[in-house]
Nanobody
Framework: QVQLVESGGGLVQPGGSLRLSCAASRDTLDYYAIGWFRQAAGKEREGVSCISRRDGSTYYQDSMKGRFTISKDNAKNTVYLQINSLKLEDTAVYYC?????????????????WGQGTQVTVSS
């Protein structure tokens, strides 16, 4: 029912920026909260940010505030994650996920649908 496809990752130098995209199937953003997660090699998956359905309220992990910005374009059925001032520790596979809820959560098992992920590598 819900399909998610991430894109926009790549190899970036420290201090650079990227805008990741999560293309969702039609009308998903009206009924589903969308979360961004990341998983570095050998580490647990961690929540990055979430944007709620309809009203578009945004939430961030405290450590992500400032450098990360989540937004969405309902007409394009796309959620974005802007990452600025990239650091080496930002290297990870970034995933978007969806759950039919009016709220948001950083608890990965709560989400029902996941994209395939897009690799972000920060290296000099």
């Amino acid at each position: 029912q819900v399909q998610l496809v991430e894109s926009g990752g790549g190899l970036v130098q420290p201090g650079g920026s990227l805008r990741l995209s999560c293309a969702a199937s039609r009308d998903t953003l009206d009924y589903y909260a969308i979360g961004w997660f990341r998983q570095a090699a050998g580490k647990e998956r961690e929540g990055v940010s979430c944007i709620s359905r309809r009203d578009g309220s945004t939430y961030y992990q405290d450590s992500m505030k400032g450098r990360f910005t989540i937004s969405k374009d309902n007409a394009k059925n796309t959620v974005y994650l802007q990452i600025n001032s990239l650091k080496l520790e930002d290297t990870a596979v970034y995933y978007c996920a969806a759950v039919r809820s009016s709220g948001c959560s950083d608890y990965a098992p709560w989400y029902d649908y996941w994209g395939q992920g897009t690799q972000v590598t920060v290296s000099s």
